[in-house]
C-alpha cells in the first residue's frame, strides 16, 4: 500500500497545495502514478502477471480522463496493455474502502489470479477548499489532494480482511441533486453555491428533513461499524484501534466512537490534519501512520471507517499479520 500528496509543505508541516492556485494542481492520473511508483517493482511485476481485477474511486470530479480512467490508471501503473478486468466507483470519500472490499471479495471468490489492485484519489481545484471547508451550510472538511495504490495478493500481505460492512441512505443523497424527481442530474459541474443551493432548496420543499436524514444517516454509520465486528464474531473491547477517516466537525466521528465503543490512537487526528480531509485516501494514511510508527503490533486487530457525505458508510476490520513499513512520501 502507498499514499502519496502532493510534494512541498509550509512551516507548520502543511502540505502547500491547500493554499496553492488551481493551475498548480497535479490530475488524479498524475498523483496515482506517483503513488504507484513508491511501490516495489518486484510486487507490481507480480501483479502484472497475475491480476484478476482493479479498482479505482474518486470523490466527484476526475480531472482529464472522461472514460474509463482505470484502463489507462491500470496500464500506467502496472506498464502492460492488458490486464484484469478494470472498474471504476463512485462512492464519494467511502469508495477507498469500497474499492478495497470488492479486490478481497473476488480474490476470495477465486477469480482467475493471485492480485487484485485498487486506487483512488483526488484533486480539488473545481472550487475554493477554503470556502467549502469554513461555509456553515457544509460544515465542511478542508480537503486535501492525495492519491493512493494498493496491491493484495490472494495468499499472504503485511494485513488479512476479516470482514467488512457497507451501507447506504439513499434520502441524504436527495439533498445533493438538482432535481427533484430522481432524474438525470444537470451534466455541469455545481459550484459550491450550487451545492449549498441544493441542500438550502430540499430543506424548503421538506422542512426538517436535513436534520432528520442526518441523524438517520449517523446512525447507519453506527450500525455499520457494529455489524462489522459483530461479523468477525467479536466484541468491541476486543479491537484493538478504530480509525476513522478525518471528517469535521471532528465531534462527528469522536460521537461515532463512543457509540461504537471503540478507541481511536492517540495522535492519529493530529496527524491527518496536517493533510486536510484526503477523501478515498484516509484509511491509506491512518495504516500508514499505524504501521510506520510501530504502534500497532502483530495480531492487533484494526477497524478501519470511511464515510461518504455520510450518504455511504463502510467498514473493514483487519489482522495485521507482519510488520512492513509502508511507502509514504511524507514523513512520519
Not at 120 to 143: C, I, K, N, V
Request: proline content about 5%; overall charge negative; some cysteine.
Amino acid at each position: 500500500m502507498s499514499t502519496y500528496v502532493p510534494d512541498g509543505t509550509d512551516g507548520d508541516g502543511r502540505p502547500r497545495h491547500l493554499c496553492g492556485p488551481s493551475e498548480e494542481m497535479a490530475s488524479v492520473h498524475d498523483l496515482v502514478e506517483r503513488a504507484g511508483a513508491q511501490l516495489d517493482p518486484g510486487l507490481l511485476g507480480a501483479a502484472a502477471e497475475s491480476l484478476a481485477a482493479s479498482f479505482h474511486c474518486g470523490t466527484l470530479y476526475q480531472g482529464e480522463h472522461f472514460w474509463p480512467i482505470q484502463n489507462s490508471i491500470q496500464q500506467t501503473v502496472l506498464g502492460r496493455a492488458s490486464g484484469g478486468a478494470a472498474t471504476e466507483i463512485r462512492q464519494f470519500c467511502s469508495g477507498g474502502l469500497y474499492g478495497v472490499m470488492l479486490a478481497d471479495a473476488l480474490l476470495e471468490a477465486g477469480w482467475a489470479g493471485d492480485y487484485a489492485m485498487v486506487t483512488g484519489g483526488d484533486s480539488f481545484f473545481y472550487f475554493d477548499r477554503h470556502e467549502y471547508a469554513t461555509s456553515p451550510a457544509t460544515e465542511g472538511s478542508l480537503m486535501g489532494d492525495s492519491a493512493f495504490c494498493v496491491v493484495m495478493n490472494r495468499h499472504r500481505g503485511f494485513a488479512r480482511v476479516l470482514s467488512s460492512a457497507a451501507r447506504s441512505h439513499n434520502p441524504s443523497a436527495g439533498m445533493m441533486r438538482s432535481r427533484t424527481d430522481h432524474g438525470q442530474d444537470d451534466p455541469v459541474f455545481p459550484t459550491l453555491s450550487d451545492w449549498i443551493a441544493r441542500w438550502e432548496g430540499y430543506e424548503h420543499r421538506r422542512p426538517g428533513a436535513v436534520a432528520d436524514n442526518a441523524m438517520a444517516s449517523f446512525q447507519l454509520a453506527v450500525e455499520t461499524v457494529v455489524e462489522c465486528y459483530r461479523r468477525a464474531g467479536l466484541e468491541p473491547e476486543e479491537i484493538d484501534h478504530f480509525a476513522p477517516s478525518f471528517i469535521e466537525p471532528s465531534y462527528v466521528t469522536e460521537t461515532l466512537a463512543k457509540q461504537v465503543a471503540l478507541r481511536t490512537p492517540a495522535g492519529l487526528r493530529p496527524f491527518g490534519a496536517r493533510f486536510g480531509h484526503l477523501t478515498v485516501s484516509d484509511f491509506c494514511v491512518n495504516l500508514s501512520y499505524l504501521m510506520n510508527n510501530r504502534i500497532v503490533k502483530v495480531g492487533d486487530l484494526v477497524l478501519l471507517f470511511a464515510a461518504g457525505n455520510f450518504v455511504n458508510s463502510a467498514a473493514m476490520l483487519v489482522r495485521i499479520e507482519e510488520e512492513a513499513t509502508l511507502p509514504f512520501n511524507v514523513a512520519m
